[in-house]
């Protein structure tokens, strides 16, 4: 979830003004041009950057100042800006608006605040509030709030999710949202450890803790979460976690249902932190991550992309495509890395045919309606499923693949350094040879031949970046003719 959508209107615009910095050439950008862009007046492009610059100096040091600057006239730049001082003013700019602040009332303290106390405790005045509460609804009303790719959910099954796709990547890595229960969540992270026998990555320690802190207060505003995703045994998790049971019920007052512990069980399942058996993700259980992970296949295999069918168990890449789609349809969080659209073109390059298969099988899912896929998840999707692709389907089995003669006139040593240097590209999908045979696509050597008709590159001396380069490039030319 794109939390900047509950920004006010002025930190909105500052917001802006720091990503495109953040992401230009040198972290300059000419301000003609952000006048262009975002309809401003020099007068109010000014007043931002003087405000911008205030906010940077509560997040700023000595040793890193961060700061905005105009070098020359008509030039804006940024001063050791990165991707977490930009987090950490997303936070700062969440934080302080009245829109954020009538969400978390509706959704988070509505239990355990009268409205008019709720006010009084933010420094709200009614009419502020409830205007802000008008603005709250457009926003949830824009994102869909409470829509997921998976019908077999309750309404608060929705609601958690969608407060957990907030809080997650705003609070990640940056601070503690709802500071309060922090002991009580090292006591239930700690129990979690020991029962289930986990042990923590720090992201997965991050997104346990937001989790846990949804869900307890979620439960304390008596939000049940109603009927559960999977079908698991009641009395299994209600054994298991027991413990976290009465450590929720001594140290704040509320009791967890066996639903409950159902609930953060599959959570557990779903996020790898914990092993399931397949038979926990049944097509009753999970209709739709079982329909999406019948097409990819089925497109998969009308691709031929293997030189072999009959000779390799393509099993282990349907179970890996199952998984990125169990997640997407239960437990997603909007992606905030791994969705820049001008990074697929690599993939693109690299690997044509499993490009064609991903590419097709998204563009059938929006066109199907299938599942709801915004601009980011398709390219966070793509990365997905290549990476799956890629980990699941040796090299060696790919039915397209340019094959390299290495033939250097210095002998033996020479060609085993090109060799060696060649096999490290193992996501090239090229085989290397060490004779011209009628698969050869190209000629690697030290002097040029005209006994031979294949694409030849010649190299006098050690390659440099440059030759690397050419080869890369003869590559890809040459597998786009192959596909």
């Not at 557990?268 to 058996?277: K, R, S, V």
């Amino acid at each position: 979830m794109n939390y900047n959508l509950f920004f006010e209107e002025d930190d909105s615009l500052y917001y802006d003004i720091l990503q495109q910095l953040v992401h230009s050439n040198e972290q300059k950008i000419s301000e003609p041009q952000l006048l262009e862009q975002m309809s401003l007046t020099a007068y109010k492009l000014h007043k931002a950057i003087t405000t911008i610059n205030n906010d940077l100096m509560s997040i700023s040091s000595t040793q890193h100042p961060v700061y905005l600057d105009e070098p020359e006239k008509g030039l804006l730049r940024g001063n050791h800006l990165t991707t977490v001082v930009i987090q950490k003013i997303g936070l700062i700019y969440l934080q302080r608006s009245n829109i954020f602040s009538a969400f978390e009332y509706n959704y988070i303290y509505d239990h355990q605040y009268s409205k008019t106390d709720y006010m009084k405790e933010n420094y709200i005045s009614n009419a502020t509030f409830y205007h802000a509460e008008g603005r709250m609804k457009k926003v949830l009303k824009h994102i869909d709030f409470g829509q997921i790719n998976n019908p077999n959910t309750s309404p608060e099954y929705r609601v958690r999710l969608h407060l957990f796709q907030l809080y997650y990547p705003a609070y990640n890595g940056i601070e503690s949202p709802f500071a309060d229960l922090d002991s009580l969540i090292e006591m239930l992270v700690d129990e979690l450890q020991s029962v289930c026998d986990i042990r923590y990555t720090p992201t997965q320690l991050n997104k346990l803790s937001i989790f846990l802190k949804i869900w307890i207060l979620r439960m304390n505003g008596e939000h049940e979460i109603g009927t559960t995703l999977l079908t698991l045994s009641k009395n299994e998790s209600a054994e298991r976690f027991e413990s976290v049971r009465s450590i929720i019920a001594s140290e704040y007052l509320i009791t967890a249902s066996d639903d409950e512990l159902d609930y953060l069980y599959t959570f557990l399942l779903i996020q790898g932190y914990m092993t399931a058996q397949p038979a926990t993700f049944s097509r009753e259980a999970m209709p739709t991550a079982h329909k999406l992970t019948d097409h990819f296949m089925e497109i998969a295999h009308q691709e031929k992309f293997l030189a072999d069918p009959d000779k390799l168990d393509v099993s282990p890449l349907r179970d890996e495509i199952f998984k990125i789609n169990v997640q997407f349809t239960t437990f997603y969080v909007e992606p905030t890395t791994f969705v820049d659209p001008s990074q697929v073109s690599f993939f693109q390059e690299s690997y044509p045919i499993f490009d064609g298969i991903i590419s097709r099988f998204i563009k059938t899912v929006h066109n199907k309606q299938t599942a709801i896929i915004s601009d980011k998840d398709s390219v966070n999707l793509y990365f997905s499923y290549m990476f799956a692709m890629i980990n699941s389907i040796p090299m060696d089995w790919m039915a397209s693949r340019v094959h390299i003669c290495v033939d250097f006139s210095q002998g033996n040593l020479y060609t085993n350094y090109i060799v060696k240097t060649l096999n490290s590209f193992s996501n090239a999908n090229i085989k290397i040879e060490d004779h011209i045979t009628e698969d050869t696509d190209i000629y690697l050597s030290d002097f040029y031949s005209s006994f031979i008709s294949q694409t030849q590159i010649t190299w006098l001396d050690p390659p440099t970046p440059t030759d690397w380069s050419q080869l890369a490039d003869t590559i890809i030319a040459i597998k786009k003719n192959k596909n």
